[in-house]
């Protein structure tokens, strides 16, 4: 990331150094800094203000979101037609259509992914040393859920996941990529979906919260994403939001309204086709999309893919910065990844353009690799 990002321009560097600056008590490990102990995990370590070794109290970052691992297949273009599923979206799926799709589709590779937890491994990582991040969601009492919390810590998140009860399996999504790179989402939400209010630890929320994040996806339960997000601005956290999916704003438009005009959301993250689907046009519209979002939220950044993003403030300011052009193997989670990058140099209080090249770079490592997750090393 330092290599995509620095030649630009000197920004890369001071922000380097303001956070070399603050790792007292941390230790390195060939290229990369670990902490000296892993960090715990369980829903009452929310109540805790993590610190450092010196004593330096991290930024702390929580995010609620599914835990979905995913398994990628590659596809062509036909097999999408023939199961009758639209390029680039992402949509609810029964668990036999899942196992059906897997059947028909060959050579599937397995990651833990889920939106939320993609952006807060990618904090984490750039973060490490600074930032504490945890990660609440829903498993099933079963293998997939275990290894999904083991992934988190290998990553640095800490993991606070109920466990369902009902014995209902942990999320699986389908990740289909064609030879363009690109992806279409099936999902099966299984235990993740059971994740209601009541499961919402809100009496620890206030606790030194810097930014809260929410995925588009938790639209599909309301009540939840509601308290979430009101107790979070109790807090008086930052809150971002990513859109997720174009067929998540197509279909719980009147609920993502709700959250717009209560002014539950700071950052507003989507990319081209949610835009569109956010105005109810069928071309991208940008501007038409960022001025609705403009006027609840602080912050609109679009993603434009191999275009690069544009991003806003409220206050006029305005970033377009351009991609890198690097070989596409996959998109799936670059837009997370993308988030992490962006939200990375924004925490800092650096500009958007700065915030949006850190974006860019942050995209064009994910979309280099199968999967959401970036090897520990490539950081």
């Known amino acids: 990331l330092v290599a995509r990002l620095g030649c630009a321009s000197g920004r890369w560097k001071t922000l380097q150094d303001g956070f070399v600056s603050r790792l007292k008590g941390v230790r390195r490990e060939g290229t990369m800094l670990a902490m000296p102990v892993e960090p715990p995990t369980g829903v009452e370590n929310l109540g805790r203000v993590p610190t450092v070794c010196g004593g330096v109290p991290l930024t702390r970052i929580l995010g609620i979101g599914d835990p979905v691992t995913d398994v990628m297949v590659a ?50 990582n750039l973060g490490l040393g600074v930032f504490q991040c945890y990660f ?49 989402m099936r999902t099966f939400l299984g235990a993740a979906c059971n994740m209601e209010k009541d499961h919402w630890p809100s009496d620890v929320m206030t606790n030194g919260l810097t930014l809260f994040h929410v995925e588009g996806y938790c639209l599909y339960r309301p009540e939840l994403a509601l308290q979430s997000m009101r107790d979070a601005r109790k807090a008086g956290a930052t809150i971002s939001m990513d859109l997720a999916s174009f067929e998540v704003v197509r279909n719980k438009r009147e609920e993502l309204m709700q959250i717009l005009k209560e002014e539950l959301v700071d950052i507003m993250f989507c990319n081209e086709e949610e835009a569109a689907a956010l105005v109810e046009d069928h071309e991208p519209c940008i501007k038409k999309a960022q001025d609705l979002v403009l006027q609840y939220c602080q912050v609109s950044v679009v993603s434009l893919g191999a275009k690069g993003c544009i991003a806003r403030h409220r206050n006029g300011e305005c970033a377009k910065v351009p991609a890198f052009p690097v070989k596409v193997k996959d998109t799936v989670g670059a837009g997370d990844i993308f988030s992490s990058g962006f939200l990375f140099a924004y925490l800092q209080g650096y500009d958007l353009e700065t915030a949006a090249r850190c974006g860019c770079a942050a995209g064009s490592a994910a979309v280099q690799v199968v999967g959401a997750q970036l090897p520990l090393e490539d950081w």
């Not at 668990?95 to 807060?120: M, R, W, Y």
């Open 136 to 184: 609440v969601g829903m498993v099933g009492n079963d293998e997939v859920g275990k290894v999904y919390e083991d992934n988190l810590i290998e990553q640095h998140v800490v993991p606070c996941l109920s466990r369902c009860s009902k014995g209902t399996p942990s999320a699986k999504s389908v990740c289909m990529v064609t030879e363009d790179g690109q992806r279409t």
């Open 75 to 124: 596809v062509e273009d036909e097999f999408l037609q023939e199961i009758g599923a639209e390029k680039g979206g992402s949509s609810h799926a029964k668990h036999e259509d899942v196992v059906q799709i897997l059947e028909k589709a060959k050579g599937a590779v397995v990651v833990p992914g889920g939106s939320t937890a993609n952006v807060l491994k990618g904090l984490a």
